[in-house]
Nanobody
Framework: QVQLVESGGGLVQPGGSLKLSCEAS????????LYWYRQTPGKPRDFVAA???????PSYSDSAKGRFTISKDNAKKVDLEMNSLKPEDTATYYC??????????WGQGTQVTVSS
C-alpha cells in the first residue's frame, strides 16, 4: 500500500500561515483523490480539503474555504496552504486516500498549533 507522510506543521500565531505537505511513496496523485483531515483529542477526524485526480475542482470544508488552498505539486506531493490561521485550527492534520470505500492507513499526521 502507498505510504503517505505529512509534514510542515508547527506553532504559528493567529493570523499566520503554514504550508503542509503530503508526500507519497509512489506517483499516485495523478489517479487518486487526496484528502486532508484534522483531529483534536477526543474528537473524530474532520474533513478539511480534497484534491480530485479526475480534474474536478478542489473541495473545502466551510471552515477552510477562503483561507486554505489545496494543490498538487507533483504526482507524489499535495500541499495544503493555510492562511489567516485561527486558534480553532489547532489540530493534528492527516492526509489519506480513499480506495473505493476503504481508507488507506492513517499516518502520524502533522501537528498545527495556533497560539499567541
Amino acid at each position: 500500500q502507498v505510504q503517505l507522510v505529512e509534514s510542515g506543521g508547527g506553532l504559528v500565531q493567529p493570523g499566520g500561515s503554514l504550508k503542509l505537505s503530503c508526500e507519497a511513496s509512489e506517483n499516485i496523485f495523478n489517479t487518486n483523490t487526496l484528502y486532508w483531515y484534522r483531529q483534536t483529542p477526543g474528537k473524530p477526524r474532520d474533513f478539511v480539503a480534497a484534491w480530485f485526480a479526475d480534474g474536478g475542482g478542489p473541495s473545502y470544508s466551510d471552515s477552510a474555504k477562503g483561507r486554505f488552498t489545496i494543490s498538487k505539486d507533483n504526482a507524489k506531493k499535495v500541499d495544503l496552504e493555510m492562511n489567516s490561521l485561527k486558534p480553532e485550527d489547532t489540530a493534528t492534520y492527516y492526509c489519506n486516500i480513499l480506495y473505493g470505500t476503504k481508507w488507506g492507513s492513517w499516518g502520524q499526521g502533522t501537528q498545527v498549533t495556533v497560539s499567541s
